[in-house]
Every structure is written in structure tokens, then in C-alpha cells.
């Protein structure tokens, strides 16, 4: 027989869940966010700078010379903050995933003793 009560807890403990895991995406994603902001203007700082030491260069040598330290650099660092956000969105997934853990596990239990009876 239906049982709202247990219908109306069943769907509470969802939509707990649910936005738990909503809450941790959206944090998640506003890191994600503020983290590639702050690269994308170092990154242009960092290009500008560039452009001054080598408008300022005195032989093509030295402007040669700074080129090749700022294209190492600048691959660095972007190989660096890659890293980073891939290791920031597999934690993103993890805390996303969190809160339905106890509920699957609760589930595959329940599951599994059934199909034991």
C-alpha cells in the first residue's frame, strides 16, 4: 500500500541531497571561475611587461634571448594552471558527488538483501 508519509520523507531526503550537491557545483565552478580570471590577468600583465623589455631590447640577440625566456615562461606557467583547474574540476566532481553516497550505498544495501531473501 502507498504511504505518503514515507513518499514525503523519501523525496525530502532527495531534494536534500540534491541541493547539497548543487551548493558544492556552485562553489566549485565560482573557484574554477575566480582561479581562471586571475590567470587570464596575470597573464596579460605578464605579456605586457613582456612587450615593454622588448621594445627596449638592443641588439635582435637580447630580443631573441627574451622571447625564448618568456615562451618557456609563459608555457610553464600556463602547463602549471592546467594542472591546477583539472585538479580543482576532479575535486568539484568528488564534493559533487559527496552527498549521494550514503543514500546510494544505503540503496545497493537495501538491494542487495533483497535480492539475498
Keep these: 500500500m502507498f504511504n505518503f508519509d514515507d513518499a514525503n520523507k523519501k523525496s525530502k531526503e532527495a531534494m536534500d541531497v540534491a541541493v547539497k550537491s548543487y551548493s558544492a557545483l556552485t562553489k566549485g565552478y565560482q573557484a574554477i571561475a575566480t582561479e581562471a580570471a586571475d590567470y587570464s590577468k ?3 600583465e ?7 623589455k622588448l621594445s627596449s631590447a638592443k641588439s635582435l640577440e637580447v630580443a631573441f ?6 615562451l618557456k615562461a609563459s608555457f610553464e606557467g600556463f602547463m602549471a594552471e592546467a594542472t591546477k583547474i583539472g ?14 553516497e550514503a543514500p ?12 539475498a531473501a
Design 104 to 115: 546510494v550505498a544505503k540503496t545497493a544495501a537495501a538491494m542487495k538483501s533483497a535480492a
Design 46 to 52: 605578464d605579456g605586457i611587461a613582456h612587450i615593454e
Design 42 to 44: 596575470k597573464s596579460f
Design 87 to 100: 585538479e580543482m574540476y576532479a575535486d568539484l566532481a568528488k564534493d559533487a558527488y559527496k552527498p549521494y
Design 65 to 70: 634571448e627574451l622571447q625564448t625566456n618568456y
